[in-house]
């Protein structure tokens, strides 16, 4: 009994405490240009700003002012405070997709956190001042340091041998980026959508199922749906075994598919040596605006098949490319504020993307069909659609596609052969579209 009755007196007591608080005014002094100035506040006022410089307020959907209003685009979804909760619910799914399915983890994982702390009301994280937009105009602003890394680090794990033992697969790495612009020419036509030429050639590349390049391209040309593009690319790349199989089913017999084909010759490391410098070469006299991720491709390359700086080729495919691909994903994470990506021209990126991919698949299988009436060798069309570069899980699913029909039929090595050239190919059609706009834009 005389426990409650101290209860009941405590809580007599703060009420009247809190009572006074809120009507008792506080007069706070500032010197301004030397002269004292007063302004008289209550603790309620006090209490609201400080509700107001917290997150639960920031997600509420609250009369927003007007220049807040006026930097959300047009077409957004949603206001302010509810897109961010809503694109922290999207950073949540791709970490869950990452983790949980394991798709493409290195970079949806970071992209995906990066997302949730670029839509942390009031926080500004990825604005001026804050780590992200550091991290971003450092490496995705021109000139796109971080997917010329990304690029070096492939190029030091990839082994051109395959494609250099059978040129001709290369053309099946050319016949895959159709779809980039397949995608291009959609994007200018999809009716309801305001997309420039720098905008659509961005939107193409994702056919080219490349992240790196993406990011490049569109860092350079539509850095406002770099976001989007980045997040379609990577996750169309993730889901390669899951989107390719039915397409590949669709274009080929079981008979087709159980092809078996010619062992590869062995080839030298002097033919691997001469091979970067040939592609470099060729590319400066024909395509210079794409010697950027050329160049740093074989840059890497050279430093592995030279085994003369072993240590830098570990470094460059190993703990730089590690270190790059965080920041890349942090930094590209920092681009899916809700205003940019909650949008209707989101929608319209994802469905584009998917077209480009899955047309660069079908692109790839229909021309190994053609090769394949005039090859004096056999040539299985199920190779035709590793020509989009997503190295190496295209060959891998090629592979695993082909043991379906006949478990003695392995296919992965010829798989690598237009799989490493469309890595090349799409950094040429990142250099042609390049120069495309550039025309268009004089």
């Not at 305001?194 to 539509?222: H, N």
């Not at 790839?364 to 299985?380: C, Q, T, Y």
């Not at 039929?409 to 469309?422: Q, R």
């Amino acid at each position: 009994m005389a426990r409650y009755i101290w209860i009941k007196r405590a809580g007599m007591i703060i009420t009247l405490l809190l009572s006074a608080w809120f009507l008792v005014p506080i007069t706070t002094a500032e010197t301004e240009s030397g002269a004292d100035t007063a302004e008289t506040i209550t603790l309620k006022d006090a209490m609201e700003g400080l509700f107001h410089s917290t997150g639960i307020y920031g997600f509420m959907d609250r009369d927003v002012p007007a220049d807040e209003l006026a930097a959300v685009e047009t077409d957004s979804l949603f206001r302010p405070g509810l897109g961010q909760f809503v694109m922290i619910l999207v950073g949540c799914g791709l970490i869950y997709l990452a983790i949980a399915h394991k798709f493409e983890p290195l970079l949806l994982l970071p992209i995906g956190f990066g997302g949730i702390l670029a839509n942390i009301p009031l926080a500004g994280i990825e604005e001026q001042g804050g780590i992200l937009y550091a991290v971003y105009n450092f490496g995705i602003e021109a000139p796109s340091l971080f997917p010329l890394l990304i690029f070096m680090g492939v190029g030091a794990m990839t082994d051109f041998g395959p494609l250099i033992a059978d040129p001709k697969t290369a053309l099946l790495g050319a016949a895959a980026q159709f779809g980039i612009f397949f995608a291009l020419i959609g994007a200018l036509v999809l009716p309801g959508m305001d997309f420039s030429v720098a905008d659509a050639a961005s939107i193409g590349i994702i056919g080219g199922a490349d992240g790196p390049t993406a990011i490049f391209l569109s860092g350079q040309l539509a850095p406002d749906l770099l976001g989007s593009i980045a997040v379609a690319a990577y996750s169309y790349m993730a889901l390669v075994p899951i989107i390719q199989p039915p397409i590949m089913r669709l274009l080929t017999t079981k008979e087709q598919r159980k092809i078996k084909m010619k062992q590869l010759r062995h080839v030298s490391r002097t033919e691997k040596i001469l091979f970067a410098f040939i592609v470099l070469g060729l590319c400066i006299l024909l395509l210079p605006s794409a010697t950027p991720l050329v160049g740093m491709l074989m840059f890497g390359n050279l430093m592995k098949e030279s085994s003369v700086v072993e240590r830098l080729s570990k470094t460059a495919s190993n703990e730089l490319v590690n270190i790059v691909t965080i920041l890349l994903g942090l930094a590209v994470g920092s681009k899916l504020a809700a205003d940019q990506f909650l949008s209707v021209a989101t929608l319209g990126i994802v469905a584009l993307g998917l077209v480009a991919f899955a047309v660069g698949t079908a692109s790839g299988i229909i021309l190994a069909h053609i090769m394949n009436r005039f090859s004096k060798d056999p040539i299985n069309p199920l190779i035709g659609a590793a020509g989009v570069s997503a190295v190496p899980m295209a060959a891998r699913v090629v592979n695993k596609v082909a043991l379906e029909s006949d478990p003695h039929n392995f296919l992965l090595m010829h798989a690598m052969g237009p799989n490493v050239s469309g890595v090349i190919g799409s950094a040429v059609a990142a250099g042609v579209l390049l120069r495309l706009v550039a025309m268009f834009a004089g």
